[in-house]
């Protein structure tokens, strides 16, 4: 139970709420847009119709939208941006989802060996990234999208990219693909089991069954499919795994500099440069049991999610190919493990 106030601090409090209350938006205290909202939104209408946005789809998604503070101060506090890497993976890689991950592998076999074999990227790495993302499909996101993305939009801090994703939005409304009551999703916007931006739904989104809709929400094969077909389409190389844990001596440590590679394009998260495995092997890099890295040719980088001092890790081509996914090492590499540990279940 929390302690009593005394009087003296019941004042103070009261007096802080007061002056919290009189002097501040809590939406624009936060995003200092100098717009007021509407007129912000008026703007976005008008785009929308030099875009070809129907006025029907453009006057019923945008009626009475309103900014969500809750949204912005999500934005302020994920998870991959405040956790240690072994805090965060003991939230993913639990007893419990990998025994899901390795029994939907067993239910979907057929299903995965067919999207297996259209897109080449191996059942495990997509089944992790479902795990990862909605828990296999138990986890539903049902905030509407428009206000979140128009929220963030609106925020000056990412304002461009969200932007884009409520014309994205729109056109998914506009084509068809989605009805308005339907359109649901995270606080950021994302969307149904693999939780896609609305922009990478209609680049990557696939109507793997056939049956004339892209329905990421609620068809298992649409799902799969869909984040097979975004990691095919940002390099995946089957013939590759992810990565590995490593022992990186401190000498060095000492000499990498700081890592300046992007982890993938546009991606703020930063690796070492490539390096062939041998290369590494000479600089004193070993497996994390101390035994020799693999002798194949292969070029790798070392990532530090925790800092340089923290643990390191030797990532392949594949890695930029799951941080286009998700541009944090934390989930880059927990993918990656737990992937590693659904797969031992064979």
């Known amino acids: 139970m929390p302690r009593m106030r005394t009087w003296k601090e019941g004042i103070r409090f009261a007096l802080l709420m007061a002056l919290i209350a009189t ?24 785009e929308a119709r030099t875009k070809g946005i129907s006025e029907t789809v453009i006057s019923t998604a945008l009626a009475d939208v309103k900014p969500v503070r809750r949204v912005i101060e999500r934005d302020r506090n994920q998870s991959e941006f405040r956790l240690t890497l072994d805090r965060y993976m003991r939230r993913v890689v639990t007893p419990i989802n990998i025994k899901r991950g390795r029994n939907k592998a067993a239910e979907h076999a057929s299903l995965l060996d067919r999207i297996e074999k259209k897109y080449g990227v191996q059942r495990r790495f997509i ?18 999208v428009i206000p979140a993305v128009a929220t963030l ?21 506009d084509k068809g ?60 190389n089957n013939s590759l795994t992810w990565g590995r844990a490593v022992q990186v001596p401190a000498s060095t440590r000492n000499t990498l500099g700081k890592p300046s590679r992007r982890a993938a394009p546009g991606c703020r998260a930063r690796t070492t440069d490539m390096a062939p495995l041998p290369d590494w092997q000479t600089r004193g890099v070993r497996r994390v049991d101390g035994t020799a ?39 880059a590499i927990t993918v990656g493990v737990l992937s590693d540990k659904i797969g031992q279940g064979k």
Not at 136 to 144: D, M, R, S, Y
Not at 155 to 165: I, L, N, V, W
């Open 177 to 236: 693909y989605i009805e308005l009551e339907n359109l649901k999703g995270s606080w950021a916007g994302a969307m149904g089991q693999p939780q896609f931006m609305p922009t990478s739904y209609l680049a990557y989104a696939v109507d793997f069954d056939g049956d004339g809709r892209r329905d990421i929400w609620k068809d298992t094969g649409d799902v799969l499919g869909s984040i097979a077909n975004y990691l095919a389409k940002h390099g995946w």
């Open 127 to 144: 089944l992790a990234i479902w795990g990862i993302e909605t828990r296999f499909g138990l986890v539903k996101a049902n905030l509407p």
């Open 293 to 331: 890295l693999p002798s194949r040719q292969i070029d790798g980088a070392l990532a530090f999610p925790d800092g340089q001092k923290g643990p390191a890790f030797l990532v392949y081509r594949n890695y930029r190919s799951i941080m286009a996914y998700n541009c944090a090492h934390l989930y």
């Open 23 to 46: 002097t501040t938006s809590p939406l624009i205290a936060q995003s200092k847009n100098p717009q007021p909202f509407e007129t912000w939104l008026e703007a976005v209408r008008q």
């Open 153 to 173: 939009a609106f925020d000056r801090r990412r304002s461009k990219y969200f932007r884009a994703q409520i014309f994205a939005v729109l056109e998914m409304l």
